[in-house]
């Protein structure tokens, strides 16, 4: 394989857990007096750390989420992951023939650690990703879409930025990564591709990743 890194996305591309958070955060959103509708949310929040949804509320209107917004959000995620979280499929096929051709990966997420991990156990995701292997906002100054999250997985795993490849599906994260010097596949099952300009290719089905990267 050409690259000697592949670096994942988490949500939407490991898990498949952008519908069930955009729903959630439209609904919640929409709740505290801020009209958001589940596609406004994909639009404006997905691939994103949380703190840009407090950074474009009160760009909006003027007014500061609660206080404890980002608490009863990640609860009322948590909760809905527990009952309906799903991997993506075909995902663990791609995961297990990286691990036998010996090809090293990792995930850098704007979700936090916490989030990350309680996906990956509901998923049964974490028998793939050793604790070393995770990266998360959290880590980093800036989230997507500054490339500093994905530098910092790179640096960490050893690996030159320009040998690194990233799967993306937010319009978010592909900026980040172009931003770090990668290259960069659009993965386009929820997010159009039109959407993801920029990338490297784009594809529609896990089945079809191990291939594109040979």
């Given at each position: 394989m050409r690259?000697e890194l592949v670096?994942?996305?988490?949500?939407?591309v490991?898990?498949?857990?952008e519908?069930?958070?955009n729903?959630?955060?439209?609904?919640?959103?929409?709740?505290?007096?801020?009209?958001?509708?589940?596609q406004?949310?994909l639009r404006?929040y997905?691939?994103?750390?949380?703190h840009?949804?407090?950074?474009?509320?009160?760009e909006?209107?003027?007014?500061?989420?609660?206080?404890?917004?980002?608490?009863?959000l990640?609860?009322?995620?948590f909760?809905?992951?527990?009952?309906?979280?799903e991997?993506?499929?075909?995902v663990e096929?791609?995961?297990?023939?990286?691990?036998?051709?010996?090809?090293s990966?990792?995930v850098a997420?704007?979700?936090?650690?916490e989030?990350?991990r309680?996906?990956?156990?509901?998923t049964?995701?974490d028998?793939w990703?050793?604790e070393?292997?995770?990266?998360?906002?959290?880590d980093?100054?800036?989230?997507?879409?500054a490339?500093?999250?994905f530098?910092?997985?790179?640096?960490?795993?050893?690996?030159?930025?320009?040998?690194?490849?990233?799967?993306?599906?937010?319009?978010?994260g592909?900026?980040?990564?172009?931003?770090?010097?990668?290259d960069?596949y659009?993965?386009?099952?929820?997010?159009?591709?039109?959407?993801?300009t920029g990338?490297t290719g784009?594809?529609?089905d896990?089945s079809?990743?191990r291939?594109?990267?040979?």
């Amino acid at each position: 394989m050409r690259y000697e890194l592949v670096i994942f996305d988490n949500d939407g591309v490991l898990v498949d857990s952008e519908p069930i958070s955009n729903t959630i955060l439209a609904e919640y959103l929409t709740e505290l007096g801020h009209s958001t509708s589940y596609q406004e949310s994909l639009r404006d929040y997905m691939g994103a750390a949380v703190h840009r949804v407090h950074d474009l509320v009160e760009e909006r209107t003027g007014e500061k989420l609660p206080a404890d917004f980002d608490t009863t959000l990640h609860s009322r995620i948590f909760a809905a992951f527990q009952e309906e979280l799903e991997p993506v499929p075909g995902v663990e096929d791609v995961l297990a023939k990286f691990v036998a051709d010996g090809i090293s990966y990792c995930v850098a997420s704007s979700s936090s650690h916490e989030r990350i991990r309680v996906g990956h156990r509901k998923t049964g995701l974490d028998q793939w990703f050793e604790e070393e292997w995770i990266f998360s906002a959290e880590d980093v100054r800036q989230g997507k879409p500054a490339p500093d999250l994905f530098l910092y997985a790179a640096e960490r795993m050893g690996v030159r930025p320009d040998r690194c490849v990233v799967i993306e599906d937010s319009p978010l994260g592909v900026e980040a990564a172009r931003a770090a010097g990668m290259d960069v596949y659009g993965f386009t099952s929820m997010m159009p591709a039109d959407r993801l300009t920029g990338v490297t290719g784009h594809f529609s089905d896990m089945s079809q990743l191990r291939e594109l990267l040979a």
